[in-house]
């Protein structure tokens, strides 16, 4: 077991350096601090693997150790902490951020301070026989507390308001990345509760993977908010539609429609007193198209219409102003529209 959980930890460690490097390397192409967070992170996540792998030599991996040594406590919750500042600075709730920090984590720092530089004595618990035993000392019940309220804060990510205006990263991938991070928390406390060494290597596994990931969607995925002012959407309106298809239209120019990366049929239905069926009904009526076709085309046809004018603009920010968040999804819907790649699109236009 001691030589798989080697492997996976040099992995690891040669991953997450390579991470570091990649996103540090490339920090300055965003107007955010995301890339030099994470590149940091991943920094000290290779550097935790290398210690992990003398300390697994040496017997003192947390599924070799006592349970609820206050190391094995407290630190993670220190580390914890920092898994909050990417996330927050993509989504930019429109909360100020000193606010949010100071709501999530002075709790943590507080338990954090008091756990590792108060003095506290602490029993070792070696069985569930000396838990049991000393179970009404506070010292016990003290790392106990701690460990629910770090797996409560393993799910807090899910409560930060989310606003597509600010964000520059989808619901999916922060929904996404707070799965992960719950996953992460979930395991460190079966490896704390249990010491089966399966959970710590799936906790390696879990926790590399996860950090690869990040690193893959913010090089390669992740849209950038435009520097540039956004240019005005074209309205385009048919008098002789019905009155239920003008409010869609209305709604759909005017009240952050069709360049809404969060708005569903269902929520035109709600804000038009209307159902999903009538909906659908008036968009196959007026355009021969599902609500979603149609929203990519118009998304598509107002970056072909800003290309025609300027050959020169810049494709990232087009993207991101009509709602996409992921290259992906941008490139594959303009190939569906246009049958042709942006980049195809703009050799026709030389």
Known sequence: MYYIATIFLILMAAGMATCAVLLWKRRAETDDHSRTIQAILSGVSAVFAVTFIFRTWMGTAPANGAYFEPEHVFVPILIQMTFFFYPLEVIRPLASRG???ATLFSPLLAVAFIGLFSGIGYTPIH????LLQHLGEFNVWFRLLAMVGMLFYTFALFLVPYDWHHSSADRKFILRYASGFCLMGLLHFAIEISHVYVFVLLHQVVWMSFFFWVAWYELRERLLSPTKPATQPVVETNPDDDELWQNIVHLMDEEEGWFNPEITQADLATKLFSNRTYISEAFKRNTGMTFKD???????DFMVQQ???????DMQDLFFRVGYRDRSTAWRNFRKVMGMSPTEFLETLK
């Open 99 to 101: 606010k949010v920090y």
């Open 127 to 130: 069985s569930y026989d000396d």
């Open 294 to 300: 149609y929203q990519i085309k118009r998304r598509v």
């Open 307 to 313: 290309l025609q004018l300027n050959p020169q603009a």
